[in-house]
């Protein structure tokens, strides 16, 4: 829950921009966290706020007019997410891979 979002936010930091951070509602200690741990670092103003709470939360969050949206999780959820989105075209990242998904090839060795 920690490596996960790290890219996005990441990026949305070096590019400028500050970050609303909506952890899984699962892990919502790991938002808290990561949001405390850029504010302890000193910033002018902050760069991370992390908002909680379950789907309710982030369908607000899609409808808040925030410049984009990235999304991780289900393909299920990131589907509502784009609907979402759609409806105020605010652009969005999907990364909706759902529970670690595995393609293998015809050749694959599947006994090795």
């Given at each position: 829950p920690v490596f996960t979002p790290m890219g996005t936010l990441s990026y949305a930091m070096?590019?400028?921009?500050?970050?609303?951070f909506k952890p899984s509602e699962l892990t919502p200690g790991v938002g808290v966290w990561l949001a405390e741990v850029w504010d302890?670092?000193?910033a002018s103003q902050p760069l991370i706020q992390t908002i909680?709470?379950?789907?309710?939360?982030?369908?607000?969050?899609?409808?808040?007019?925030?410049d984009k949206l990235a999304f991780t999780g289900s393909a299920a959820t990131g589907?509502?997410?784009?609907?979402?989105c759609a409806e105020t075209l605010t652009p969005v990242v999907i990364e909706g891979g759902g529970k670690?998904?595995?393609l293998v090839d015809k050749d694959a060795n599947l006994d090795a």
């Open positions: 070096a590019a400028g921009n500050a970050v609303v302890s670092l000193g909680t709470g379950d789907g309710s939360t982030g369908n607000a969050l899609c409808r808040a007019d925030v589907r509502k997410v784009m609907a979402a670690d998904a595995l």
